[in-house]
Nanobody, 124 residues
Framework: QVQLVESGGGSVQAGGSLRLSCTFSGRTFSNYVMGWFRQAPGNEREFVAAIRQSAVLSEYTDSVKGRFTISRDNAKNTVYLQMNSLKPEDTAVYYC?????????????????WGQGTQVTVSS
């Protein structure tokens, strides 16, 4: 089955940058919409960004527009989230998710597969 493994999380000062990576295995990566979600303690899981199979179309939640960039490399079976100008409110566990062919990027329950998450902590 599909397996997703996130990496790249860590601790950073406000204003700093991190790049998250998610490696995909088990199926044909180019058939899957890929998304990033995050969840902070006491909060629901929140949509962050998503990218279509072709990588032509992407979508972001308003709070990260202009700061985060989602990208994918279908030859490497990897999706990335470049996070710049990080703020303390970005602190959360970040999850990679995959959905077969559909474009419903903001809907948590449409994604078929999830990674285990990687912690991002942004200090003031």
């Amino acid at each position: 089955q599909v397996q997703l493994v996130e990496s790249g999380g860590g601790s950073v000062q406000a204003g700093g940058s991190l790049r998250l990576s998610c490696t995909f295995s088990g199926r044909t990566f180019s058939n899957y919409v890929m998304g990033w979600f995050r969840q902070a303690p006491g909060n629901e899981r929140e949509f962050v960004a998503a990218i279509r199979q072709s990588a032509v179309l992407s979508e972001y939640t308003d709070s990260v527009k202009g700061r985060f960039t989602i990208s994918r490399d279908n030859a490497k079976n990897t999706v990335y989230l470049q996070m710049n100008s990080l703020k303390p409110e970005d602190t959360a566990v970040y999850y990679c998710a995959a959905d077969y062919r559909r474009w419903l990027p903001r809907t948590v329950d449409t994604y078929d597969y999830w990674g285990q998450g990687t912690q991002v902590t942004v200090s003031s």
